[in-house]
């Protein structure tokens, strides 16, 4: 699938960054990117957009100091230069792209607020599908990141044809604070995302057996709403690939892990057991965002790895066995094969009606509302009454 992204605020630069990095390193030129932020700063940290794909807005209302965590500003500014960030989307091409995906930190105020904005927009000017990638903020963060975030989804969800969500709560460890662990946070976001949005891409390594294109990826999608996306790797053992190395793994050395090269080929019974135990672990292990599987109403089922670990008899059991799991029937299905020691399932869990972590952002906006409101009528002033101002 060939991605535009547009990377809007901090945490989306930062990610769409890593996406057009990890492009470059595999020579695959099937990702484009721009970042558009209110904060210079932010911009000029990024090494991977090329500087003319970095776009300011708002230096007239904010002076390149980005917008704190107030979105609507953030949806002010991107609606008064809508034009700008058009034309330089245009201005990189378009005619082969397959999708938009606009990635945002949802709690904050320049990505929060412009994503809807700019999802709307583009869903008028192309044919092509418009979804949003959103990172939902930890609890911990405070209530104002909560309450933006619900502000920010509730809107996105009806102006994005689909959105994923990767919620931070879900993927940093116990006692570690949410800023220190973003990068790693930011490396299981690519990681997965980087498997789905290549798939139907031919690589040096050819096609697949079942080749998935980007049009199943689309159907898959096409309910709307909001998405997970499951991710599991096992080590190849094949003495031939050994010397493999590529995209899916980077845990390798995070580990230490030493593999002795296994000459056992593995029999066909086994390789596609083999497929089916890592479908289910990327199902039932952590998701993007946590959610009941059960509700989802599509799936899509997605193996990459050495072509000689790829069984189309393993991917068809697999997802029959998802297609039992989710409230739908529509599982769609298949592998490409790349240069790696690992081989990596991704299961797509499409618009997913039940997600604890949603309803309890959508409950802690509810109540910040309520206590916000409260607040502004106890509010009372020293100064309010008795003397006459100068003027008024
Ligand atoms: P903006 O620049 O105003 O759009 O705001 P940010 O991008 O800083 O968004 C703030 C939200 O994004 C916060 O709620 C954080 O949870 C999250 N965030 C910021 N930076 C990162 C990052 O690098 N990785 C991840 N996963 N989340 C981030």
Same mark, same amino acid.
């Given at each position: ?246 995209? =899916? ?28 135990? =890592?479908?289910?672990?990327?199902? =039932? ?108």
């Amino acid at each position: 699938m060939r991605v535009f992204f547009i990377g809007f605020g901090q945490a989306g630069g930062k990610i769409v960054d890593m996406f057009i990095e990890q492009d470059k390193k595999l020579g695959a030129n099937s990702f484009r990117g721009i970042a558009v932020n209110t904060a210079r700063t932010d911009l000029m940290g990024l090494k991977n957009i090329e500087l003319r794909d970095r776009i300011l807005i708002g230096q007239t209302m904010v002076k390149g100091h980005g917008v704190g965590t107030d979105n609507v500003t953030g949806a002010r500014v991107t609606a008064d230069e809508i034009d700008s960030i058009i034309s330089a989307i245009d201005s990189r091409g378009t005619h082969d792209v397959d999708a938009f995906v606009i990635v945002a930190g949802l709690g904050g105020g320049t990505g929060s607020g412009g994503s809807p904005v700019l999802a709307r927009h583009l869903k008028r000017i192309y044919r092509e599908p418009v979804y949003a990638l959103g990172i939902i903020p930890a609890p911990e963060e405070g209530r104002l990141y909560s309450y933006n975030a619900a502000r920010s989804l509730t809107t996105l969800v009806n102006e994005a044809d689909n959105t994923f969500i990767f919620d931070n709560s879900a993927w940093k460890n116990e006692g570690e604070s949410v800023k220190t662990a973003f990068q790693r946070l930011n490396n299981e976001v690519v990681r997965r995302f980087g498997v789905l949005f290549r798939a139907g891409e031919v690589g040096r390594m050819g096609v697949g057996e079942m080749v998935v294109d980007s049009s199943e990826i689309i159907n898959t999608l096409r309910g709307g709403g909001i998405t997970s996306v499951g991710y599991a790797i096992s080590e190849v053992q094949s003495k031939t690939t050994k010397e493999r190395k590529g995209f =899916l793994g980077g845990l390798k050395d995070k580990f230490g892990a030493k593999r002795e090269a296994n000459e056992e080929v593995l029999l066909g019974e086994d390789r596609s057991a083999k497929i089916v135990a =890592l479908v289910r672990r990327a199902m =039932l292990g952590r998701l993007t965002l946590p959610c009941d599987y059960s509700t989802a109403e599509r799936a899509l089922v997605l193996l990459a790895g050495p072509p000689d670990e790829m069984d189309r008899k393993g991917v068809e059991k697999a997802k029959s066995w998802v297609e039992e799991n989710i409230a739908g029937v529509e599982v769609r299905g298949g592998d490409y094969p790349v240069n790696s020691e690992y081989v990596a399932a991704v299961v797509m869990l499409a618009t997913v009606g039940n997600a604890p972590r949603i309803k309890e952002l959508l409950d802690i906006a509810k109540e910040t509302k309520e206590d916000v409101i409260k607040s502004k009528e106890k509010k009372t002033s020293m100064f309010e009454e008795g003397i006459d101002p100068l003027f008024e």
